[in-house]
C-alpha cells in the first residue's frame, strides 16, 4: 500500500505556549506539535509546513530575510534553515548537540544564526548558514540559556538570557577567526542597590591579630569551588530577568520578573535602573507591571506583564512617562514588531493572537483565538457537514470545520476521558473522570449545548463506543460494561451493564445485521488488574429484539445471562489495544511490537459458555517501535489505522497488513499519538496528541490499483447514510426538541429505578432486619445451652466443640484473620524491642562498655555537696604508640639541648650575684607562669612538654597538643584514683553505719522503743550499674513466662522445699536456737526478760494467814524483786547511752567524710582549673595550625593561579606574535592592491590614446564622479529601521559593493555619454570606471580588513599587558603572604599566669583587659614599689619637719593681727568717724577677704590638678624606663645565641659566596637600644627637674594656705 498512497497533512490545530515570530511582514509562525504554523495576519490563512525530523525544538525566524530556522527532536539533532514562502532548505547545520537545542536566533545584519545547546555540553554556537560553517563555538557557557537575541547594529555582539543572570557574548573578529569573549552583567539586587552584594556574614571577634584568608584557604577547596560556595551563601538575592530588547548605541532594555526596568550599556557593563517600583515615588500603575516582554515602538518601548494591559513607555533619562495604554481580554506572554515596524504582534500562553497597527487603529485585533492544553480525544461526526470534535484536559469541547476553522466551544468544567460521535443524530457522547456522561447537541455549531447527563458509577468512564448505525451506545468504567440506549427519543436511557474478569483497556463494536445483533469486543488485564496489557478478549453479544423485552435485565440493573451472550478468549502474549472487525479480531502487542489478527470461531453465536477459548495470531506484522498502540478500523472494514508513542499515523489494509503507509504526525517526545478515528467516507482521519497540545486532519490518498478501494469505501458511506437518513432526521428531531440540561431536573432516569429498587428492598425486609439482632441472640442462647449439657454427658455421647459451629469454615477464616493480626502485632512489637534493644546496645556500647572509667558521682551526708569523677575512654593502640614516638623524640631533642646549653655557658660570661640571687628566688614562679598553667604546682607535669617560646614548626605543635592531652589524661586519672578512693570510704562508712543501726535496731527492740532511724544510701549517680538492670520491684505488669521459663520456676519451687526439708532433719539445732538462741549461757541482754516469779502462798493465802516463814520468804521475794528492777534499770540506761555513742560516732564519721570529700571538691576545682588552662593552649594551638594551614593552602592557590597565568601569557604572547605576522603579510598585500588601484588611475589616459585631450579630461572628470551615499541608501534600504544604521565592516563590504554597482548603473547609461564620444569608446570606458569603482570598494574592503585586524591586535596586546599586571599583582600577593607567614612564625601565642597580687591594672569587669599592659619582672616592679615607699617617706618626713615651723609663724600672725586690731579700736576711739565710712571701710574688707579666698581655693585645685599630673606622668615614665631596661636585659641574655647565630650564618656565607642575606636587624636593634639609653636619660633628668619645681611649688603655697 506504500507504493500506491500517501497520507496529507489537510489542516492543524494547537498551540504549545512557545514563542510567535514574524516571518515576513504579513505572516507569523509557531509550533504547533511536531509542525511549523503559518498565519497570515491580513488573510488570516494558515499553511503547515511539516519538519524533516520526529519534531520541532526551537524555533525562529528573520523577518527581513524571509528565513526561518529550527531544530529537530532526535539524538544529535540538526539544524535546518528554510526560505520563506518557497519552503526551500538552504542549508542543513550539524552541530555538536547531544539532545536538543534550547534556543536559536537569526542575526539581521549577515547570514549568522546563533545557538544554544542542552545538557550535557551546553555550548553556544554561532554559524554562517550560508556555507554551514561554524564561525566560533564557547562551550559550557549556555547553561539555563532561555534566549539569545543579536544586536541589530552590530552582529558581532550576542545577548544571552538565563533564568537568573545575563551575559553579552562579544565576537571578536581578526580577517577569517572568530573568537567568543563573554561579560557578565551584575545585576541589582532586589531592594534596588548596586552594591558588590556579599552580606557579611556573622563571625566571633577573635582577639588574635591573624591575616585574613579567602574562603578557599579555610575551605580547603581547590580553584572556584570554594569561591562558588561562599557567594552563593553571602550574596543578595538578584534581580531575574525575563525580557530584553536592544536600543540605539548598543544598549539594552532589561525587564525584571520583581517589576524592575535596567537600562545596561553593554560597553562599559554599567547598568542604570530606570524604574524601582520598591521606591515611594514609582508609578502605581507601573508598579504592578513585571515586565514580561519589550520591544522597540516608533513612540517608545512598548512593555506587557502579567496583567492584561499593553503601555507605550516614553524614557527620557531615568524619567519614564506611560505615553499610552491598553485594555487586553486576557495576560500576554510575548510582544514583537513586524519587520517594517507597521504591525504589533501579541501572543497569549492560553493560545490567543493579537495585532494593533497603530497608524491605522488603536484598536486591538484578535486574529487566533485556539485554547491551549492537551487533547484528551477527537472525533469526526457523521453527519453531512462533517464537523470535528474534540475535547481537552480542561474540560472544553471545541468544534472545527472541514477545513480547520474554529467553529465554537463549550465548557464543560469538568475532567473528560472519553468522547464518541453518534452516526443518527448530531450529537457526541462525552465520559467524564466523576463516572458520568454527557450528551452535547451539536446542531449549532457556534453554541453546542448540554442536553443530558447520565450517571453510571463512581469511578471514570474510561471508554464509549457507539456502534456503526447507532443502536447502543457502550461504556466502559474499570471492570464493568454499560449498555445505553444510543437515540433521542429514548432519553438515552441505559439497558444495563455486566461485569467481566478485570479493568477494561479498550472498547470496540460491530453491528451485525443479518441477525440484528451488537458485538461488543472488550479486552481486559484479567481479576488481579495489576499490568498494564492484558490477554482476555471478551466478546458480548446483544440482540437487538430482545433488549427491549422487561425481563432483559434484573432488579438491580444487570444484564440477563439468556440475553447477554458472552465468550472469553484468552491470547498467548499481553496485548495493549484491540478492535473488532466482522470475524477478525486485530490487535497490538507492545511486547513483541507487532500488530497481530486473530480469526474468531463460527460458533461465537451460541449461548454463553464459563470456558476460555485460546486464541492464536493468524497473522503477525512489524507495528511501532515505539508504544503502547491505539487501533480503529474504517467504516467499511478494509483499511486498519494504528497510532503510537513514536508520533506515527499508519494506515494498513486488513486483508494483508504487510503493506502500509506512514506518516509523522506529532512529536514523540511529547508522547506520540493519544487518539485516532475516521471519517465516514474514511478518506480523512483526525490525530490527537498525547501531550503536544496539537489536533491534525489527515486526508487519505489512494492511487493506481487501489483506486476501487476508495470507490468501495465512498459507496459504503453513501448507502450507510442513506439507510440511516430516516432515523437520523427523526431523532435528530427530538434532539434539536431536548432542552438545555440547567433547565430541566438533574436526576438521571437509572439514578431514580436504582433508588426505587433500593427503596422496595428497604420496605420488604425492614421487618426482617429488626427481628434479625434477636434471633442472632436466641440462638447463641441455644447453642450455649446445648454445649454445657454437652459437658456433663459422659465421653461416649459427648460431642466435639467444633460439631456445634454453624458456619466452620468462617469460623476458619476469621480464626486466619486473627492468626495474621496477632502474628502481625507481635512482629511489630518483635522489631520494636528489637530497634530499642540494637539501640541500647548500641549506646552502651559507646558510652558504658567502651569507657575504662564510668562516670559517677559522690555526695556528702549532710548537704547536697557532689562531686563527680571523669569519665575515661581506654586509650587505643594507635594513640599510646604516637604518644611514645613523641616522648622518644622528645627525649633526644632534650638531650640535645642539653648539649648545646651546656656548650654555650662555657662561652658566655657568668651573670652578676644579683641575677642569680632574682633569679633563684622567682624561678618557681616563673617557670610557672611560663607554663602557662597550675598542673605542674598539682604535681601533674609532663618532663616531655615544649617549652611555649620553642614552638616554631607545625610538627612541634601538634607535638605539643598530644602532649597536652596526655597530661590532661594523667590529671583526670590521677583525680579519678582520690575519687575511688573517697567512694570506697564512703562504702564502707555506708557499711559501718548499717552495722551501727543493726545494732541500735537490737538495742531498741530490746527497750520497746520504736524510731526510725537515719540510714543513707548510694544513689544512682554514685552507683551507675543499676541504672542498666531492673529490678522486679520496678516491674508493675505480671510478667509473663514462656513454658519453659514456667517449668524452670516449678523446678527451682521444688529445690527449696527439698532444701526446706532436708533443714527438718536437725532438730536438736532448731531446739536449742528456738529455746536459747543458739547458746547453752544466759547472757546479760536476757536481765530485761528475767522475772522472778512469786511464792506460791501469795496467790492462795491472804497476807493474815502467812506464817513467818512464809513472811521470810516473801521478803526474801521483795528483796530479789527490788534488785532485779534496779539491775534492770542500771542495763537500760546502759543500753540508752551505747544507742547515743553510736548515733554520735555515725555523726561524727559522716561529718569527717564531708570534710574529706570537700578536699576532694577542691583539688577538683584546681584539676578543672588546669585541664581548662591546658585546654586554653591547646585552642590556642590548633588555632596556630590553622592559621598555617590556610596560609599554606593559600600559597599553594596562589602558585596554581600564577602557573595558570604564565601558561595563559605563554598562550597570549604566541597568538600576539602570530597575529602581528598575519597583520603584516595583510598589510603588505593591502599595500599592492592600493599601488594596482593607484596604476588604474595613471593608466587611465593611456587606455584613451586615441581620444582628443580635451575629451580625455571630460572623461576623467566622469572617470572620478560616483553615486551619492544617499542615492545608494535609497536604491538599497526600503524597510525603516528604528535604530542607527549598522557599521560597516569587513564582512559586509560585498553587499556594499553589489550596492555601489546598482548605483553605477545609472552614471553607465547612454543618457549621460558625452556627445562628441562613440558608443564603444563609452562602452570602453564604463568598463574602465567599473573596473576602478571595483578596484576601490576592494580597496575599502581590505582597509576595512585590516582595521579590524589591527584594532584586534591592539586589543590582545593590551590584553597581554592586563595579564602581565595581572601576574604582578599575583607576585606582590604571594610575596605579602610570604611576609605574613613569616611574621606569624616569629609572633608567638604564649600563655601567662598572672596572680592578683602581681597585677597593675583595673579588674572592674569580669575579666581584666591586659590590651595595654606590659610584661615585667617581679623584681622591677618591687624596685619600683620600694623607690616610690622612699619618695612616701621622705615627704612626710619632710612635712613632719615643717609642721612646728608652720605653726609658729601661724602664732606670730595671729599676735600681729591682734596687736593691729587693738590699734584701730584705739584709734576708732580717738577720731571721730561716721558711720557711713565705717560701713564703707567693712564692705571693702569683705570683698577683699571674698576674694581673697576665691585666689586660696584656685590655687588648691590648681595645685592638686598638677600634683596628679605629675605623679602620672612620673608613673609612666618610670614604666617605660622599666620596660627599656627589661628590653635591654633580655637583649644582652640573648646577645650570646644571637652570636652563635652570626657565626654560624657567617661560616655558611663563606661556603655559599654567590648567595647573600641581608641582615640588618641587629644593627638596628643596636641602633634602637642607644636612642632609648639617652631617651631614658633625658627622661630621668626631666623628671629631676620636675621633682625640685614641685617642693618649690609646696613651698610657696604653705603661707597661702595658713593665711
Known sequence: MDATGSLEVRWIQGFTNKSVVFVDNKTVCYTCGSHICFLNLETKTQSVFQSPGRGIGALTANGNRGIFAFSEQNLSPSIFVYNFPEFQLKNELLGTAQLDYTSLTLSDGGPYLGCCSSLPDYTITVWNWENAEPMCTQPQAGHGVVSLVFNPLNWLQLCALDTTSLTIWSIEKSANIHVLKPSVIELPATDGSLDEGLVPTSHTVSVHFTPKMPPSAISGLKRNKAESIVTKASTKARLTPTAICWRAKSELYVGCAEGFLLLVDTESLCVTVLFNPTTAVASPELGQSNFQSLTLDKNGLIAVGKESVLRCLQIKGSQIDIKQTWQLEGPVATVMHSPDLETLLLSSNTGQIYILNSTQSDKIVKVLDISSGNFVAAALSHADKNICVSVRDSGELQLWSADGIGLGSLSLQTEVRSLACCPIAQYAAVGTASGNVLFIDLNKEEQPRLVHQVHLCHTPVDHLIFDPEGHLLTGASDSRIYVLNAKPSKTFSVIGYTVIPGPILSLSAQYIRNCEQVKVLALCTGQDGKNQDGNLLVVLSLPMRDLTGPDCVDRHGHLSAHILKVVTYQVPHPLNSSVLGISDVFAYCHKRKTLQRFRLPQDTDGPSSQQVVQLKPEQEVGGHPLGPASLTLSAHHLWLASVGRDGLLSIRETASMERHIELQCHSCRAGGVGSVSFSADSQTLLTAGFEDGSLVCTNLRIEGVDGAEVNEATRYSQCLGHFLRNVFNRENTMLIDLPEWGQRSPAGTEKTEESEVTKGDSEQYFKTKQNLPKTIKDLRDTIQEMMHENEILPDTERLDQQEYNLDAEEQRRMQAMMEQDKTRVKNEIEWEIFARCYLFDALKGDYWDNMKVKGSAIKAFHSEHEVKNYPLKERTEKEVEVLLRIQAMRTFEKAACTLQQNGLRKISNTNSEKEKEQGEEGHEAESAAATGSVSAQLGYSNPHIYDQFSLQTREQKINQMILLQDLIYRIKTAFNADFEAVHRQKTQEL?????????????????????????????????????????????????????????????????????????????????????????????????????????????????????????????????????????????????????????????????????????????????????????????????????????????????????????????????????????????????????????????????????????????????????????????????????????????????????????????????????????????????????????????????????????????????????????????????????????????????????????????????????????????????????????????????????????????????????????????????????????????????????????????????????????????????????????????????????????????????????????????????????????????????????????????????IFDF
Request: aromatic fraction near 6%; include cysteine.
Open 991 to 1599: 557499711n559501718h553505719m548499717r552495722e551501727r543501726n543493726r545494732h541500735i535496731r537490737d538495742i531498741m527492740l530490746k527497750l520497746d522503743m520504736s524510731k526510725k532511724l537515719w540510714e543513707p544510701s548510694l544513689t544512682n549517680s554514685e552507683c551507675p550499674e543499676t541504672l542498666l538492670s531492673v529490678d522486679d520491684s520496678e516491674i508493675k505488669t505480671e510478667k509473663y513466662l514462656t513454658p519453659e521459663q514456667k517449668r524452670g520456676e516449678e523446678r527451682k519451687k521444688l529445690e527449696e522445699q527439698s532444701h526446706l526439708a532436708a533443714k527438718g532433719e536437725y532438730i536438736r539445732e532448731r531446739a536449742l536456737d528456738d529455746m536459747m538462741n543458739g547458746v547453752l549461757e544466759v547472757k546479760k541482754e536476757d536481765i530485761l526478760k528475767m522475772e522472778i516469779p512469786p511464792p506460791e502462798f501469795v496467790l492462795t493465802k491472804p497476807d493474815i494467814h502467812w506464817s513467818e516463814e512464809e513472811k521470810k520468804a516473801y521478803k526474801e521475794y521483795e528483796k530479789k524483786s527490788k534488785d532485779l528492777i534496779e539491775e534492770k534499770e542500771k542495763y537500760k540506761k546502759s543500753l540508752e547511752s551505747e544507742i547515743k555513742k553510736l548515733q554520735t560516732s555515725t555523726k561524727n564519721a559522716t561529718e569527717r567524710f564531708d570534710v574529706t570529700l570537700r578536699k576532694l571538691f577542691e583539688k577538683k576545682v584546681k584539676c578543672e582549673m588546669a585541664i581548662y588552662q591546658e585546654h586554653l593552649k591547646m585552642t590556642y594551638l590548633i588555632n596556630s595550625v590553622l592559621i598555617e594551614e590556610e596560609m599554606r593552602n593559600q600559597e599553594m592557590e596562589l602558585k596554581l593561579k600564577f602557573e595558570k597565568m604564565v601558561a595563559f601569557k605563554d598562550e597570549t604572547a604566541e597568538e600576539v606574535k602570530r597575529h602581528e605576522e598575519e597583520v603584516e603579510l595583510f598589510h603588505e598585500s593591502y599595500d599592492s592592491i592600493v599601488a594596482e588601484d593607484k596604476v588604474l588611475d595613471r593608466d587611465f589616459r593611456k587606455e584613451f590614446f586615441d581620444v582628443p585631450s580635451l575629451v580625455v579630461d571630460h572623461l576623467y572628470k566622469l572617470f572620478k564622479r560616483r553615486p551619492g551615499v544617499q542615492k545608494v541608501r535609497t536604491q538599497t534600504d526600503n524597510n525603516p529601521n528604528l535604530l542607527q544604521e549598522q557599521r560597516l565592516c569587513g564582512s559586509l563590504a560585498p553587499n556594499a559593493l553589489v550596492k555601489m554597482l546598482k548605483a553605477m548603473e545609472e552614471l553607465d547609461a547612454p543618457e549621460n555619454m558625452p556627445k562628441s564620444l562613440s558608443p564603444s569608446t563609452w562602452e570602453r570606458f564604463c568598463l574602465v570606471r567599473r573596473a576602478k569603482v571595483e578596484s576601490e570598494q576592494k580597496v575599502k574592503i581590505q582597509a576595512l580588513t585590516l582595521a579590524e585586524m589591527q584594532a584586534n591586535l591592539q586589543k590582545m596586546r593590551d590584553e597581554d599587558k592586563a595579564i602581565q599586571q595581572e601576574m604582578k599583582s599575583f607576585s606582590d600577593e604571594l610575596e605579602s603572604l610570604h611576609e605574613e607567614k613569616n611574621r606569624l612564625l616569629m609572633d608567638i601565642t604564649a600563655q601567662f599566669l598572672l596572680k592578683n597580687d602581681k597585677v597593675e591594672v583595673s579588674t572592674s569587669d569580669m575579666t581584666a583587659n591586659y590590651t595595654d599592659s606590659v610584661l615585667h619582672h617581679r623584681s622591677v616592679v618591687e624596685d619600683l614599689n620600694r623607690a616610690i615607699r622612699r619618695l612616701g617617706e621622705q615627704r612626710l618626713t619632710f612635712m613632719v619637719k615643717h609642721q612646728d615651723s608652720s605653726k609658729s609663724i601661724r602664732r606670730l600672725q595671729l599676735l600681729l593681727m591682734q596687736r593691729e586690731a587693738q590699734e584701730k579700736a584705739l584709734s576708732s576711739h580717738k577720731s571721730q568717724l561716721t558711720k557711713d565710712y565705717l560701713k564703707k571701710k567693712h564692705e571693702d574688707m569683705t570683698k577683699q577677704e571674698s576674694t581673697l579666698t576665691e585666689t586660696i581655693d584656685f590655687h588648691e585645685k590648681f595645685h592638686v590638678q598638677s600634683e596628679q599630673h605629675r605623679i602620672t606622668k612620673t608613673k609612666q615614665l618610670n614604666r617605660q624606663a622599666l620596660m627599656e631596661v627589661r628590653k635591654e636585659d633580655i637583649g644582652e641574655q640573648v646577645l650570646p645565641t644571637i652570636l652563635v647565630t652570626v657565626s654560624e650564618r657567617r661560616h655558611i656565607c663563606e661556603a655559599i659566596p654567590s648567595v647573600e642575606y641581608p641582615n640588618e636587624e641587629y644593627d638596628q636593634e643596636v641602633v634602637l637600644r642607644r636612642n632609648l639609653d639617652d631617651f631614658a636619660k633625658a627622661q630621668a633628668e626631666e623628671l629631676v627637674l620636675l621633682l625640685r619645681e614641685l617642693v618649690c611649688l609646696w613651698t610657696r603655697t604653705i603661707p
